[in-house]
């Protein structure tokens, strides 16, 4: 069993930077394959970035490539995602969530954290 917790949204002009981070908890947290995900509303849930379990493999989204960075500390059981040059059009509850192989979909990963607010004004 892994728990999420996700902080570090809030509200940022555009062009701005934000620097999502995940806690997890429990023992098991570097064998899993760690992912960020989004939702707007009114939108299906998408994939932002992921990580290996080592951190040595990572995917990036093409909307996100670029200006974001995923990374994880396995000794403190956090993964973060930091982003810049944000635009309007990122505005989502970011999840983070868990799985045991490095998927894309959001049907292969096993946890899920609550999720974050990202707003981005113009």
């Known amino acids: 069993q892994v728990q999420l917790v996700e902080s570090g949204g809030g509200l940022v002009t555009a062009g701005g930077s934000l620097r999502l981070s995940c806690a997890a908890s429990g023992r098991t947290f570097s064998t899993y394959v760690m992912g960020w995900f989004r939702q707007a509303p009114g939108k299906e849930r998408e994939i932002v970035a992921s990580?290996?379990?080592?951190?040595?493999?990572?995917y990036y989204a093409d909307s996100m490539k670029g200006r974001s960075t995923i990374s994880r500390n396995n000794g403190e059981n956090t993964v973060y995602l930091q982003m810049n040059s944000l635009k309007p059009e990122d505005t989502a509850v970011y999840y983070c969530?868990?799985?045991?192989?490095?998927?894309?979909?959001?049907?292969?990963?096993?946890?899920w954290g609550q999720g974050t607010q990202v707003t981005v004004s113009s």
């Open positions: 990580i290996s379990w080592n951190g040595g493999r990572t």
């Open positions: 969530a868990a799985a045991k192989s490095l998927v894309t979909a959001p049907g292969g990963y096993e946890y």
